[in-house]
């Protein structure tokens, strides 16, 4: 079968970098997907990576390790509007839909 | 252009009853999703639709739930007979054939929060 791993809590202050780590366990590996879920709204797409190492999209990054099932998100100079669930997801076996960690809640505060 | 739009917004419904959920995706993605999140938990794959392709149900969790997608665009997810434990906000999410380009990048709707009393 496959899962994810995240921490289900993470707290910081403005200004700060906070990493969230995701460790996967996939029949067949495509990448690994993070999405950004504010309370009450739609999951949005943030980084997907395919390949080993780190990704950069303005103030947010992730990486990947393949060879330990691994992957993280790192977000730099916190911001109070980072507060939102995160959540990992890698595709399925077929390579059709995803599947998602359980997501981890990010509260930034001042 | 428009993104992903779910209808309702909000469902309430006594238990046993059926319920009809409609999704509208974004014009020109051929796959279609369905996924069920549950309070604080992550989201849970329902079913999937590309183009003409027979639909993958392998994520339903029970025969009371199914979905069909009419002309390659607008989908409905059917729950019979619905439980307490039906009571989720499901969400529904489009993109390209999936792969495709270098990412598997799917579009949410804002989801279709039910609740079985």
């Known amino acids: 079968g496959q899962s994810l791993e995240q921490p289900s809590e993470v707290t910081a202050v403005e200004g700060a970098i906070v990493q969230i780590n995701c460790t996967y366990q996939t029949s067949g590996f495509y990448g690994l997907s993070w999405y950004q879920q504010h309370d009450g709204g739609a999951p949005t797409f943030l980084s997907y990576n395919a390949l080993d190492g780190l990704e950069e999209t303005g103030r947010f990054s992730s990486f990947l390790s393949r060879s330990d099932s691994y992957g993280y998100l790192l977000l730099q100079e916190l911001q109070m509007k980072d507060s939102a669930s995160y959540f990992c997801?890698?595709?399925?076996?077929?390579?059709?839909?995803?599947?998602f960690g359980k997501g981890t809640t990010l509260s930034v505060s001042s | 252009g428009a993104g992903v739009s779910q209808s309702p917004s909000n469902k309430v419904t006594e238990k046993g009853k059926d319920v009809e959920l409609r999704c509208d995706p974004i014009?020109?993605?051929?796959?279609l999703y369905w996924y069920r999140q549950s309070l604080g938990q992550g989201l849970e794959f329902l079913i999937y639709f590309q183009g003409n392709s027979a639909p993958d149900k392998s994520g339903l969790p029970s025969d009371r739930f199914s979905a069909e997608r009419t002309g390659g665009s607008v989908s409905t997810l059917t729950i019979q007979r619905t439980q307490q434990e039906d009571s989720a906000v499901y969400l529904c999410?489009?993109?390209?054939?999936?792969?495709?380009?270098?990412?598997?990048?799917?579009?949410f709707g804002p989801g279709t929060r039910l609740t079985v009393t």
């Open positions: 999410a489009s993109s390209f054939p999936p792969g495709t380009g270098t990412s598997y990048e799917q579009y």
């Open positions: 014009s020109g993605h051929t796959a």
């Open positions: 997801a890698v595709p399925n076996q077929a390579g059709t839909a995803l599947i």
